[in-house]
């Protein structure tokens, strides 16, 4: 008896504050992090979904996952060159490295590593970005950035990459490759 009054009890506060399941379009783990929804929105060519971890905000973040819905497109090829000339060529710092996730379930799943600089000379982004084409034929994005402050005199600071890169980005691509994009 006591047993059902504890759940009536509980069932009642649930319902009068409104307490609800993690939403897993609201919520990503990366790198044993927690990221939380704060920006998205949706247009003709693509739906984007900006996550931050509770210690960063928009205007000043360190770390970043963003996701994409192609719209319009059924294959990687149909958007890679238009991302590429808008996005990656004139952002870039180095050539991008570019990997082919050979175990996936998914008909294309590709692997982009590169460095933006956003033209504000006082860091850059590390960006770690996963493409994919579903089995259902959408083609889906998912971005890790770290921001990498710059040099007092606006270089890249070559220790400071390295010292976040050397120990995290083996785990990371491994990682990535077995994020569930939806």
């Given at each position: 008896?006591?047993?059902?009054?504890?759940?009536?009890?509980?069932l009642?506060?649930?319902?009068?504050?409104?307490?609800q399941a993690?939403?897993?379009?609201k919520?990503?783990?990366?790198?044993?992090?927690?990221?939380?929804?704060?920006?998205?929105d949706?247009?003709?060519?693509?739906?984007?979904?900006?996550?931050?971890?509770?210690v960063?905000?928009?205007?000043?973040?360190?770390?970043?996952?963003?996701?994409?819905?192609?719209?319009?497109?059924?294959?990687?090829?149909?958007?890679?060159?238009?991302?590429?000339?808008k996005?990656?060529?004139?952002?870039?710092?180095r050539?991008?490295?570019?990997?082919q996730?050979?175990?996936?379930?998914?008909?294309?799943?590709?692997?982009?590593?590169?460095?933006?600089?956003?033209?504000?000379?006082?860091?850059?982004?590390y960006?770690?970005?996963?493409?994919i084409?579903?089995n259902?034929?959408?083609?889906l994005?998912?971005?890790?950035?770290?921001?990498?402050?710059?040099?007092?005199?606006?270089?890249?600071?070559?220790?400071t990459?390295?010292?976040?890169?050397?120990?995290?980005?083996?785990?990371?691509?491994?990682?990535?490759?077995?994020?569930?994009?939806?």
């Amino acid at each position: 008896m006591n047993q059902k009054i504890y759940g009536t009890i509980l069932l009642y506060l649930m319902v009068i504050t409104n307490v609800q399941a993690a939403d897993p379009i609201k919520l990503e783990i990366f790198d044993e992090e927690e990221y939380q929804i704060v920006f998205t929105d949706s247009n003709e060519t693509n739906s984007i979904r900006e996550y931050l971890r509770k210690v960063d905000q928009l205007e000043k973040w360190d770390r970043m996952i963003t996701k994409f819905e192609w719209k319009n497109v059924q294959k990687i090829k149909e958007i890679l060159p238009t991302y590429t000339a808008k996005v990656i060529t004139p952002n870039s710092i180095r050539t991008p490295n570019v990997f082919q996730n050979t175990h996936s379930s998914q008909k294309e799943d590709y692997i982009f590593e590169f460095f933006l600089s956003p033209g504000t000379g006082g860091y850059i982004e590390y960006n770690l970005h996963r493409m994919i084409t579903t089995n259902e034929d959408k083609v889906l994005s998912f971005i890790f950035a770290i921001k990498i402050p710059m040099t007092g005199t606006k270089e890249v600071d070559q220790e400071t990459v390295r010292k976040i890169l050397e120990p995290n980005r083996t785990k990371w691509i491994a990682e990535i490759k077995e994020v569930k994009i939806n």
